[in-house]
């Protein structure tokens, strides 16, 4: 009886244990917004979520949600609580975020991931105390890779720009358009297939992924590289700051540690590697590709154009009490020394 007892009385525990162990997992939900193949979905936020678990030993569980709106509404719905976390581009959300444009001026010469990580320490040191990401917590700042012209017809020149009606996604994009003469339209990237096709705008400023993964070669088959790119793209990885606090504090810990830097060059490799792909699916889709020199007339003009653009945010930088012209110095320093 005592034997019968106690066996039953083990057996009890170990399945409480295990129901235990099933209901203290925590569920992570991520808001995304790109296609379930775009690197973002398909690499970064997989392989952060294998950290997160490995750092939690299974407590939390990452899952991506798909199809929850526009991606300039990510922000206010991790701020509501409609999700845990999301990622943005901030040039969708013009007058809120001022800062992050640092990374995106033009001639930073950089990929993605030694601007991402320069990105994530610049703005530890300076961006923090302006709050712009208020409401979140920022667990990762990373940049796709160099933004270049992607266009219906081909350009002989720079100035064959001009007149023309071009995508964009806002930021800096926004004072280069001004530069090129040309028609800004305001579009998040998964709406560019679609007016390209319906020849709503002329060509696109995107990085060089975006021929494979939102199929540009079909659209847009002339594409021109501009040594070192025109600007790069801000994007943010946050979450929301009461969710992180509901987690004990060796979760919340294990996360930020898996977070931070190390998530940014994690983001940005991938947006590398996309542009890799990108250019190589090009070449083999046959599209028309223009790889500027250096010494082109069509790189020395690009130059000659974007004079002055870090003025502005320069300005703007210290209405918000940053001094624009050190980060810019420093921002500099930290992408030609990496990896470091």
């Known amino acids: 009886m005592i034997k019968g007892y106690l066996i039953r009385v083990l057996i009890m525990s170990s399945l409480l244990g295990l129901s235990s162990s099933v209901m203290a997992t925590q569920i992570l939900r991520i808001a995304t917004w790109a296609s379930p193949q775009h690197p973002q979905n398909s690499v970064v936020f997989p392989t952060w979520g294998k ?3 490995e750092a939690t030993q299974g407590r939390v569980k990452v899952v991506l949600e798909y ?3 526009h991606p300039k509404t990510m922000f206010e719905l991790v701020e509501d609580n409609v999700v845990d976390a999301s990622w943005s581009y901030h040039g969708y959300v013009p007058g809120r975020f001022v800062l992050t444009q640092a990374i995106e001026q033009p001639l930073m010469n950089a990929n993605a991931e030694a601007a991402s990580v320069a990105y994530w320490r610049i703005h530890e040191k300076y961006f923090t105390q302006a709050n712009e990401h208020a409401g979140l917590h920022v667990l990762g700042l990373f940049t796709h890779g160099p933004g270049q012209i992607q266009t219906i017809k081909p350009l002989a020149s720079l100035a064959d720009l001009n007149g023309k009606k071009i995508r964009l996604g806002g930021g800096v994009q926004t004072a280069l358009a001004e530069r090129f003469s040309v028609t800004g339209v305001s579009a998040p990237g998964s709406k560019v297939y679609e007016m390209l ?3 709503i705008v002329d060509g696109v400023f995107m990085p060089v992924a975006s021929q494979k993964d939102y199929r540009l070669t079909e659209v847009a088959p002339n594409l021109t590289v501009l040594p070192g790119g ?10 929301n700051p009461d969710f992180l606090n509901s987690l004990t504090k060796d979760d919340r810990d294990a996360i930020l540690a898996v977070s931070g830097e190390k998530f940014s060059a994690l983001a940005g490799a991938a947006w590398d590697a996309g542009d890799k792909a990108g250019l ?3 070449q083999k889709m046959g599209v028309n590709i223009h790889l500027v020199d250096r010494d082109d007339p069509m790189a020395t003009a690009f130059k000659q154009l974007v004079v002055g653009v870090d003025e502005a945010w320069i300005k703007a930088a210290a209405e918000r009490g940053v001094d624009g012209v050190a980060v810019l110095k420093e921002l500099k320093q930290q992408i030609k020394g990496y990896p470091k």
């Open 280 to 282: 190589e699916y090009a």
């Open 67 to 69: 199809g929850l709106g």
């Open 230 to 239: 025109m600007y790069l793209g801000s994007f943010s990885f946050f979450i």
């Open 51 to 53: 950290w997160v678990e």
């Open 197 to 199: 096709q319906q020849g």
